[in-house]
């Protein structure tokens, strides 16, 4: 990392607060450039945009430079998880890595075998498959993919932290957002259940501080919302928060299956509507990871919503 002439020493949020500064965050790893793999998605956006603020250098990893659409401070690299030969430009100078799996499993231990050689700290976005919920207990490829990415990253010798986090509240945003903006009716199965969904910009606060700071190495956080909802009161929050009331129809799983084709691959509803049925009558898991590790509350769901509501409205 490059200084000033006058270094200062002092705390991530005094960093952030004071912006385009070069500081020494106590307790930091001092880093030079972090890349971020995945950083036009949810919480890549949100990773890259909260690094900016700490005035890091950020390199972000992307199929396609020219639509990524991100600020002007980042360095936009070219290159694919699919294709490992087009990572080496990408991994010149980097000190960590922030990782969202963006591609097919087959190329996952050539990929992290080729990253680890050259960056010694990953910070992987995974999920809770190890968590002993109901919800998350339900086997699926992806949980079993991101299992297989997290012994490949053990076994290098790398340092390394696991985000897991619960239900994305973003997820609104393809199961429930188009049909709120085509009218007040919404059709959903298991709207009992309850989850606590959590802010895109609560998982990227965390990823952040363990890119940033001493002590999370090998950590391994489960990451929720403050708050657990059923689906109803989920779509109920959204209503308010719009202004436009809404009327949940429950629907059963068969019809759930055809339905929800539009929105999302089979796989996907059966991965979702297996893990409902398992999670139904039991209360949501609820952690304060968010809170014990940035120090700040996570956002509620009404935030979270308050935050979208254009994309809420027709």
Not at 109 to 135: C, E, G, K, Q, Y
Not at 270 to 290: F, K, Q
Request: glycine share 6%.
């Amino acid at each position: 990392m490059e200084f000033h002439e006058t270094v200062w020493e002092i705390n991530y949020d005094q960093a952030v607060a004071l912006g385009r500064k070069k500081w020494i965050l106590k307790g930091c790893f001092c880093m030079k450039r972090i890349l971020v793999i995945g950083a036009t998605g949810n919480v890549g956006r949100q990773v890259t945009s909260q690094l900016l603020a700490t005035n890091v250098g950020v390199r972000a990893l992307t199929r396609n430079p020219d639509t990524a659409a991100l600020p002007s401070e980042v360095e936009v690299v070219r290159g694919d998880l699919a294709i490992p030969e087009t990572l080496h430009e990408s991994l010149e100078g980097v000190d960590a890595i922030f990782l969202v799996w963006t591609a097919p499993a087959a190329t996952f231990p050539v990929v992290i075998n080729r990253l680890t050689r050259h960056v010694p700290r990953i910070v992987f976005l995974s999920a809770p498959h190890r968590t002993p919920h109901p919800l998350f207990q339900q086997p699926n490829p992806l949980a079993a993919m991101h299992a297989g990415i997290e012994e490949a990253i053990k076994a290098t010798g790398v340092s390394w932290t696991f985000l897991r986090p619960g239900m994305f509240s973003a997820n609104a945003l393809s199961w429930w957002a188009p049909q709120i903006r085509a009218g007040a009716v919404v059709r959903w199965p298991y709207t009992t259940v309850p989850t606590a969904p959590i802010h895109e910009r609560d998982i990227a606060a965390v990823a952040v501080r363990a890119l940033l700071e001493r002590g999370h190495d090998r950590g391994d956080y489960v990451l929720t919302g403050p708050t657990a909802l059923s689906h109803r009161e989920q779509i109920a929050t959204i209503g308010e928060v719009i202004g436009k009331p809404l009327r949940l129809e429950e629907i059963s799983p068969e019809e759930a299956r055809r339905e929800l084709l539009t929105i999302m691959p089979a796989p996907a509803i059966e991965m979702l509507l297996n893990a409902w049925a398992a999670a139904l009558g039991h209360p949501a898991l609820v952690t304060s990871t968010v809170a014990d590790i940035t120090g700040t509350p996570a956002r509620t769901y009404r935030d979270w919503v308050t935050d979208h509501v254009a994309e809420f409205r027709a």
